[in-house]
């Protein structure tokens, strides 16, 4: 479920004309992003998945993660 939300709510946000109504639809994919790699970490620590399963959607999560925090200071810096 939250997987899939990043990707939804950054579709969403990109959508929107307003700075501060994409900001709060990128923040919240970037929880998402958050909360998926806690998930991937548990699910390893549980024995639910394998590492080397598990490593490079870490990884992908962590770039897109980065990603969202450059887009949302970006437009967090921007003049109102």
Not at 16 to 37: C, D, M, P
Not at 51 to 74: C, N, Q, Y
Request: aromatic residues 12%; without cysteine; positive net charge.
């Amino acid at each position: 479920r939250s997987s899939i939300s990043i990707i939804l709510n950054y579709v969403e946000g990109y959508a929107r004309k307003r700075r501060l109504v994409k900001i709060n639809f990128f923040e919240t994919a970037y929880g998402s992003t958050q909360e998926s790699k806690y998930l991937l970490e548990f699910a390893l620590r549980e024995g639910w998945v394998a590492e080397g399963d598990v490593r490079p959607a870490l990884k992908s999560a962590h770039e897109i993660s980065a990603m969202l925090w450059k887009t949302i200071e970006g437009l967090s810096g921007e003049e109102k």
